[in-house]
């Protein structure tokens, strides 16, 4: 039988001339006060809106590092990252995240993680970044993939909650560098074509005073060529409650409104999931910054919450405590049910007690619901 080599793809640098990867935009932080970031990070000053970013694969020697073709099935790995002042928002370097190869690039998981460090220990000791103080935009083309900004801990359920939020003091307590990492496993791989990219834009919610430095990455595989005209595409809805203060209230009651939880296409979305995540903050130093998240337990009783449907029927009995609702383990509750077109949830939020000292400084408590699903939209 005679020998015939396998077919090659394109590149990956194939569709860039030189096959080089544009590095970002220089940091815009220069000095002694600039951060210590990645080489090619862009900095984005408050109420900043220019997009840049690096890609953590680029070298100072020019470039990608990649294969020079991919196959069928061969994994890929595109990351890319960026700093964010307080108050800022901007996308990071988006031509890293763009699938170059000939094929289709089915994506199976994206992760988020995002790292602050402060001089001292004013910030570090009230378990300084979590998971709500930046969110993130995300589509394809116009194609929307979330309903506006989400937080970053809202996308997938927690699967390992120590690994989520890591703390390092330096010695002598000089520094203090928080790091999270929150992954988004999809129910279904979201296919890219060749030459496109999902696009996002993340928003520093300035609820800590320090500038964050943030990386996203998307982990799939290269497949065959697809006739199908539909694809199957995520999308998540997001509530924010308000920060509850319990050192002076003893009682108080939020409602969602109808445009948190919402379907808003003309066509059914498979729910996978609600993520419920709650945010301590803490009055320390004259200063409230955020403390923790929520333990699911002492935390979890203090709110209680209420879901019904654009109908009026109860999803969740009123006034269930929030840490009954959402697993402790995965800050979840795991579904799996069709939501029609232009239905929506509406959340009411109590605040089950006060007004009292929760401990460690804590002075507001706030609740974040998100819904996680997906649905089919033609090409």
């Not at 994994?75 to 031509?95: H, K, Q, T, Y």
């Not at 120590?162 to 703390?167: K, M, P, Q």
């Not at 879901?307 to 999803?315: E, K, M, N, R």
Request: hydrophobic share 40%; charged share 15%; with cysteine.
């Amino acid at each position: 039988m005679r020998y015939r080599p396998r077919r090659r793809c394109r590149g990956l640098g194939d569709s860039i001339p030189g096959g080089v990867v544009y590095p970002g935009s220089p940091s815009s932080v220069t000095g002694a006060n600039a951060p210590s970031v990645f080489p090619g990070t862009t900095v984005l000053p408050a109420g900043a809106t220019t997009p840049g970013g690096y890609s953590p694969y680029s070298s100072a020697k020019g470039g990608q590092m990649a294969p020079d073709h991919l196959h069928y099935g061969e994994p890929v790995c595109l990351s890319a990252g960026m700093v964010l002042e307080p108050g800022a928002v901007g996308a990071p370097n988006v031509i890293a995240l763009r699938n170059i190869s000939a094929l289709p690039l089915e994506i199976h998981e994206i992760q988020f993680t995002s790292q602050a460090t402060s001089t001292g220990f004013a910030f570090g000791n009230t378990g300084g970044l979590i998971g709500g103080a930046i969110d993130c935009n995300m589509a394809i083309g116009d194609i929307p993939i979330t309903n506006g900004f989400v937080p970053i801990w809202n996308f997938g359920k927690a699967s390992n909650l120590v690994v989520e939020n890591l703390v390092q003091v330096g010695v002598g307590n000089a520094y203090v560098t928080n790091y999270n990492e929150y992954t988004w496993r999809l129910a279904t791989p979201l296919v890219i074509d060749p030459n496109s990219l999902v696009t996002p834009v993340f928003r520093h919610r300035n609820l800590i005073p320090l500038p964050i430095t943030l990386t996203i990455t998307f982990k799939g595989r290269i497949i065959a060529p697809i006739q199908k005209r539909s694809r199957i595409v995520p999308w998540v809805s997001c509530y924010i409650s308000k920060a509850f203060d319990f050192q002076n209230n003893s009682t108080d009651t939020e409602f969602s409104s109808e445009e948190n939880l919402v379907n808003p296409f003309t066509i059914p979305v498979q729910v996978n999931r609600f993520v419920g995540r709650m945010l301590r903050s803490a009055n320390l130093y004259g200063t409230a910054v955020p403390n923790n998240e929520d333990d699911a337990g002492y935390i979890g009783s203090l709110l209680n919450v209420s879901i019904v449907d654009s109908y009026g029927a109860a999803i969740v009995a009123d006034d269930t405590p929030f840490a009954l609702v959402f697993d402790s383990a995965t800050r979840s509750w795991e579904t799996n049910f069709v939501m029609q077109p232009s239905v929506y949830y509406r959340v009411k939020t109590t605040q089950a007690g006060g007004p009292f000292n929760l401990g460690g400084g804590v002075a507001t408590v706030q609740a974040f619901i998100s819904v996680v699903g997906e649905r089919e939209v033609v090409w």
